[in-house]
């Protein structure tokens, strides 16, 4: 599978008018295609800081920079593309099985993440070399 096909980017309605901003993200098929069991966020990393470096069986992300900004390197095991997450009204999808790193997070930054599952430990991939291996066993 191409790795276009394993993410894709999701613009939500601002709702704000002059007493501010308003951003909604609903789940399961509204705004993205899953209910979301499980949110925890970011903050306080820099631009040194690598975050991720694993991959998940099951599980689907989606990744939110709500303040400033950050970067998310996806690999597929073939190919491998880097997003910018720099606009609170943006969110990057990802399915299953898609390796991710987040680094090159700016000052203030604060990176939202919404997920499919509840966190359980023995789906994830934190060996690349044994992702790969899952991956080649897939195909």
């Known amino acids: 599978m191409k790795l276009k096909e394993q993410y894709k980017l999701i613009y939500f309605k601002d709702l704000g008018d ?46 939110v920079n709500v303040s400033e900004s950050s970067k998310v390197r996806v690999d597929n095991g073939l190919e491998t593309a880097v997003i910018e997450l720099n606009q609170p009204g943006m969110g990057l999808y990802l399915s299953p099985m898609i390796w991710k790193d987040m680094y090159d997070f700016s000052t203030n930054s604060i990176l939202l993440v919404l997920c499919s599952r509840h966190y359980d430990e023995k ?17």
């Open 123 to 139: 789906e994830y991939i934190r060996d690349y070399q044994e992702y790969l291996r899952e991956i080649k066993g897939k195909v």
């Open 18 to 63: 002059e007493r501010g901003n308003l951003v909604v993200i609903e789940g399961a098929g509204w705004d993205i295609p899953f209910d979301i069991k499980r949110v925890f966020y970011i903050y306080g990393s820099d631009s040194t800081v690598i975050r991720g470096q694993h991959a998940n069986r099951e599980t689907e992300f989606l990744l």
